[in-house]
């Protein structure tokens, strides 16, 4: 029968463990990081799409703590809130969530045209926010 041995593979397995740690702590601080470079091309682009009536709503535009669990984590990013208004057409006093003014810029109603600033966005920020988790995951990996 054939006999194996190896050298040095606990060092590799020590490493690999290592490698495993340091991303556990570095994942939620690269969400973090990305997602304040998404808020603010969002929100610049919210407001040259001239989404800002009242202000509230760019201002609303934000990110969610760091969700998931062990195998997955996320961050979102979308307007937030309630505006201080409701809808004055239908006669609903409440006040609409901000989501729902997103979501009516960004893909329009058949008497709104779309002012699809999210998907602009984040087409734009897509490079910047990889630079930006990229930054972190470097600098939390000593490099």
Same mark, same amino acid.
């Given at each position: 029968?054939?006999?194996?041995?190896?050298? $040095?593979?606990?060092?590799?397995?020590?490493?690999?463990?290592?490698?495993?740690?340091?991303?556990?702590?570095? /994942?939620?601080?690269?969400?973090?990081?990305?997602?304040?470079?998404?808020?603010?091309? !969002?929100?610049?682009? @919210?407001?040259?799409? $001239?989404?800002?009536?009242?202000?509230?709503?760019?201002?609303?535009?934000?990110?969610?703590?760091?969700?998931?669990?062990?195998?997955?984590?996320?961050?979102?990013? +979308?307007? !937030? $809130?309630?505006?201080?208004?409701?809808?004055? &057409?239908?006669?609903?006093?409440?006040? /609409?969530?901000? @989501?729902?003014? $997103?979501?009516?810029?960004? +893909?329009?109603?058949?008497?709104? !045209? @779309? &002012?699809? +600033?999210?998907?602009? @966005?984040?087409?734009?920020?897509?490079?910047?926010?990889?630079?930006?988790?990229?930054?972190?995951?470097?600098?939390?990996?000593?490099?």
């Amino acid at each position: 029968m054939a006999e194996f041995t190896t050298v $040095g593979l606990e060092e590799v397995e020590k490493a690999f463990l290592r490698m495993e740690e340091a991303a556990v702590t570095a /994942v939620p601080k690269m969400l973090k990081a990305g997602a304040d470079v998404l808020v603010e091309a !969002q929100r610049a682009e @919210a407001l040259a799409m $001239g989404l800002n009536e009242t202000g509230g709503f760019v201002k609303s535009i934000k990110a969610t703590a760091v969700k998931g669990n062990d195998t997955e984590k996320y961050v979102d990013v +979308y307007p !937030q $809130g309630r505006a201080k208004h409701g809808n004055d &057409r239908k006669g609903d006093k409440s006040n /609409v969530r901000n @989501a729902t003014i $997103g979501f009516v810029a960004e +893909y329009g109603t058949s008497s709104q !045209q @779309a &002012r699809p +600033y999210m998907t602009v @966005a984040n087409e734009k920020a897509h490079e910047k926010v990889i630079d930006a988790e990229l930054e972190v995951w470097e600098r939390e990996q000593g490099k």
